[in-house]
């Protein structure tokens, strides 16, 4: 099930989410394990410990996690060696690459450009694309950046940077309203934005009232996996529609079958990416996430995923 976009070609639309692989430690396993491609990080300027342990929670029942993990990571300059490491050895992946680009913890909010850029420039040579994470609820005031101004100016410098041409993506948060999202959406052109992902993990938590659930949920971070699933399509369905379906998205939130997938594609999703699933699940279900999407194709009369992109939208 190939799919191409923003130029590249993707053997498969299930990639690996950001978070997973952090420093680009294990680069080619992804692509042995069935992924059509993988984001690498966060990755930010500086190497960072992030939050104190424990800053994972499962919530087993409901097949979520709650993480605060802080954007812990070697840092851009490790990560370019690393990466280089991988090519060097000729162990590169034949599968897009990309890089999910944070800002560091140290950095004021007003020198977020220079933090973002200073990383961009390091990797812009070594992966795919990129993506703008200012949408993870874990490094203090980040999500202030999804503010169009302040947004601007990340875009700004690393598009004047951008002499390859790399695709950008900017990663939203579920917590936006439509209103802020249409408002992101307004630096698609101006920005030259190949597109969007959708979404990073919830501040929000599911009514609880069983103790111990309720207890896990009321652990500071962001929630992934089941729980997220519907406000995911939903924020996936607004943006395909505002923009016609003319701005790649790439769907992540909470998949963990087949059917799940179809509901993020024909919401608008052209690309797909799985992170609490895999934890849950095992790397076992990337086949059975592919199979499952290759028999609905068939049993709607289609042939290829871009056919059925937006078509529930
Ligand atoms: C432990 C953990 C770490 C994560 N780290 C990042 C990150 O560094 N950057 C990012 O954009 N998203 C990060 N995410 C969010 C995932 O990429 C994804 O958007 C989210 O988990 C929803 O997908 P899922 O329901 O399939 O897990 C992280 C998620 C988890 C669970």
Redesign the pocket.
Known sequence: MPVELFGLKFPNPIGL????D?GGGAVPAWEALGFGFS?L??ITRHEQPGNPKPR?FRVVEDEA?I?R?G?NNPGADSMAERLRGWRDDNRWPSNPVGI?L?KSKVTPLDEAPEDYLYSFQLLKNLADFF?V?V??PNTPNLRQLQDKTALAGILDALQEANDSQRPILV?VAPDLGFDALDEILELIETHDLAGL?A???TIARPDETEPVRAKLYAETG?L??RP??KR?TEVIRHLYRQTRGEVPLIG????FTAEDAWEKITAGASLL?????LVYEGPQINRALLNGLAKRLTNEGLTEIRDAVGIAS
């Open positions: 989410a950001a978070g997973m952090k984001e990080g966060g994972m996690l993480n993990m954007f999910n944070g993506v994470n949408s993870s990663k992902v979404t990073n993990t962001g992934s996996g997220l699933a995911s992540v939130g909470g998949i990416q799985i992170y609490s699933s």
